[in-house]
């Protein structure tokens, strides 16, 4: 009682010197009102209570428990049931102890409490003006170096520094928070920084993973691109899967049998493409096996589901790291809610587009051309098959770019429907799987309620995910344009859908200002010097239409004209047409 009584003093005391102190520092540098003053309209003081504040959650869950096992020992009693009387009074009595414990954890903590903030609220703007630029937020006047005794704040024989920072509505400060300081808070940010890139270091360690169970296959079925116009013989295609035989005079495996099948596929028809699987080769020295187009087409399934297995992988990674980000950023312990998701837009903005964009690339990317070999046998690092934006690197990687952007697309939309279909589901199952809104298993009134109440929106995650698909787009658009239709059509979809959820689904978000939507504007002018470099990069590739592969350049020649099949030189198609316009 005495150190309540006490503690109540120093608070009253307190509050008394910053106001004191605060009216003779501002008016000290000229007048702003009639009389010369500047005059602060209250204070309010924010105190280390972080640990308090979680424990008197834990206490309001105790009363929670206690309240409800209550009610069930009161239905017990009337009901004349000795045993769930007698069971539910044992827990009751086991809560009780535990309320115990949690009051006296309580005590001692309140005993230390003590001021760390002030939330000072001035007469007029002038005030809040003036203090912004005496006594600025910057680690200098913290430490109080930049600040003379008279300027600092005086309190039973001792001067402390202080600083201000922007003024931000009270229901933004998550006052818990205000106890840590600057330095130890860049420390936990510190902390969840390398947390974060340990997961994306996993995340790449997954792709590599899959990367080479598919290079194993490409090994014994390597992709090429076939000429319809002129497909290898059987006797070419034996000869390139004994390449390593000097006998036949060939030097690398050229990937002949997935052409040669293909066409016999192709040729024979539906009903006759047993017989065509079945044609007997001779044994294969790696396989065993004498029917290579079996082979080859369990080779291609596994190939397109190792490709599948990559894409899904980067989604489902991608939900996993937002869902991780949010508590990192929970225990960076931002003093102002619009800072902490300010802290998750970026972090989960950036692993996104690493995990989306960047891991890929530099999984299949390879450096050999610049006499540069890191790769290693346990991990190997740019150890791919690419050293240059050409064709083949758009067929085997650009794809699954663009896959990856409709995947992460199709999820983050359809997380509205879904979590609407789960709160129906609860519902139906609430109400004993039948339409009767009579019937409920809630014991409270809180309960029933909670079960209507839609999910938050969560503005950080929107803004990450539009980050993550302007960024991925402008990146890779310069060669692959598809991507900008792609976008549009996934923003369109966005404003649709999330407008429907915003009214009809989640809860009334609070009023944040606009330093988010200014953190994410922040990004784009990157987006678009990154478009600028990529799309130089790609289109100064003399391969990217397939120059020095006549075979593909051919084939998509003949495929514009409408002649595949026919003997037409493709290339004098196109310079006829070309004269011609």
């Known amino acids: 009682k005495d150190h309540n009584e006490l503690r109540h003093k120093i608070r009253d005391r307190l509050e008394?010197?910053?106001?004191?102190?605060?009216?003779?520092?501002?008016?000290?540098?000229?007048?702003?009102?009639?009389?010369?003053?500047?005059?602060?309209?209250?204070?309010?003081?924010?105190?280390?209570?972080?640990?308090?504040?979680?424990?008197?959650?834990?206490?309001?869950k105790i009363l929670r428990r206690m309240e409800l096992e209550l009610n069930k020992e009161s239905e017990a009693h009337e009901q004349h049931k000795a045993k769930m009387e007698d069971k539910m009074h044992k827990k009751l009595e086991k809560e009780i102890k535990k309320l115990a414990k949690v009051d006296n954890e309580i005590s001692a903590l309140e005993e230390t409490t003590s001021a760390v903030c002030a939330f000072i609220t001035f007469e007029d703007e002038e005030g809040v003006a003036r203090a912004l630029d005496m006594y600025p937020n910057t680690c200098c006047h913290r430490i109080g170096c930049c600040m003379k005794n008279d300027q600092k704040l005086e309190f039973e024989g001792k001067y402390y520094p202080f600083a201000f920072r922007e003024p931000k509505g009270p229901t933004e400060v998550i006052w818990e928070n205000c106890e840590v300081t600057p330095?130890?808070?860049?420390?936990?940010?510190?902390?969840?920084?390398?947390?974060?890139?340990?997961?994306?270091?996993?995340?790449?360690?997954?792709?590599?993973?899959?990367?080479?169970?598919?290079?194993?296959?490409?090994?014994?079925?390597?992709?090429?691109?076939?000429?319809?116009?002129t497909p290898p013989t059987k006797k070419q295609v034996i000869a390139d899967e004994f390449f390593e035989d000097p006998s036949y005079n060939v030097t690398s495996k050229q990937g002949h049998l997935a052409c040669y099948c293909q066409k016999l596929i192709d040729d024979a028809g539906p009903m006759q493409e047993e017989n065509v699987y079945n044609s007997e080769f001779p044994k294969n020295p790696k396989t065993g096996s004498t029917t290579w187009c079996v082979d080859w087409v369990q080779g291609q399934a596994q190939v397109q589901g190792f490709a599948f297995l990559a894409v899904?992988?980067?989604?489902?990674?991608?939900?996993?790291?937002?869902?991780?980000?949010?508590?990192?950023?929970?225990?960076?312990?931002?003093?102002?809610?619009?800072?902490?998701?300010s802290s998750l837009t970026t972090k989960i903005f950036i692993a996104k587009f690493l995990n989306t964009a960047i891991v890929v690339v530099i999984v299949n990317a390879t450096l050999e051309t610049y006499n540069v070999n890191i790769e290693s046998p346990h991990f190997p690092l740019l150890a791919g098959a690419y050293n240059d934006f050409n064709m083949r690197w758009y067929f085997y990687v650009g794809a699954?770019?663009?896959?990856?952007?409709?995947?992460?697309?199709?999820?983050?939309l359809s997380m509205p429907f879904a979590l609407k279909a789960y709160q129906y589901y609860k519902i139906y199952k609430d109400r004993n799987k039948s339409g009767n809104k009579t019937i409920s298993k809630k014991e409270t009134q809180h309960d029933y309620d909670k079960m209507f109440i839609g999910s938050n929106f969560l503005l950080a995650d929107q803004y990450a995910s539009c980050l993550n698909t302007i960024f991925v787009v402008f990146l890779y658009?310069?060669?692959?344009?598809?991507?900008?239709?792609?976008?549009?059509?996934?923003?369109?979809?966005?404003?649709?859908?999330?407008?429907?959820?915003?009214?009809?689904?989640?809860?009334?978000?609070?009023?944040?200002?606009?330093?988010?939507?200014?953190?994410?504007?922040?990004?784009l002018p990157y987006a678009g010097?990154?478009?600028?470099?990529?799309?130089?990069?790609?289109?100064?590739?003399?391969?990217?239409?397939?120059?020095?592969?006549?075979?593909?350049?051919?084939?998509?020649?003949?495929?514009?004209?409408?002649?595949?099949?026919?003997?037409?030189?493709?290339q004098a198609n196109l310079a006829q047409a070309s004269a011609a316009g």
């Open 400 to 412: 699954p770019i663009i896959m990856t952007v409709c995947m992460n697309s199709v999820t983050e």
């Open 183 to 229: 330095k130890q808070r860049c420390t936990r940010s510190m902390i969840t920084s390398s947390l974060s890139l340990l997961l994306i270091l996993s995340t790449f360690i997954f792709v590599v993973a899959a990367k080479n169970q598919k290079a194993a296959v490409d090994r014994l079925y390597p992709p090429t691109i076939c000429d319809p116009l």
């Open 16 to 60: 008394l010197n910053l106001e004191k102190g605060f009216n003779q520092n501002l008016t000290s540098s000229g007048p702003s009102t009639r009389d010369g003053s500047i005059h602060i309209h209250q204070i309010k003081l924010g105190f280390n209570h972080s640990r308090l504040i979680n424990i008197m959650k834990r206490r309001g």
């Open 477 to 523: 658009s310069g060669g692959m344009p598809v991507l900008i239709f792609i976008a549009c059509l996934i923003f369109y979809l966005k404003y649709k859908i999330e407008k429907w959820a915003f009214l009809r689904f989640y809860k009334t978000p609070p009023a944040y200002d606009e330093s988010i939507a200014k953190n994410a504007q922040g990004w």
């Open 312 to 341: 899904a992988m980067v989604v489902a990674v991608n939900t996993v790291l937002t869902m991780i980000m949010r508590r990192l950023v929970i225990y960076e312990k931002h003093p102002f809610i619009t800072d902490m998701f």
């Open 529 to 570: 010097v990154l478009h600028l470099l990529f799309a130089t990069w790609m289109f100064t590739n003399p391969e990217i239409f397939g120059a020095g592969d006549t075979t593909s350049f051919s084939k998509m020649a003949d495929a514009f004209f409408g002649v595949l099949g026919a003997r037409t030189d493709s």
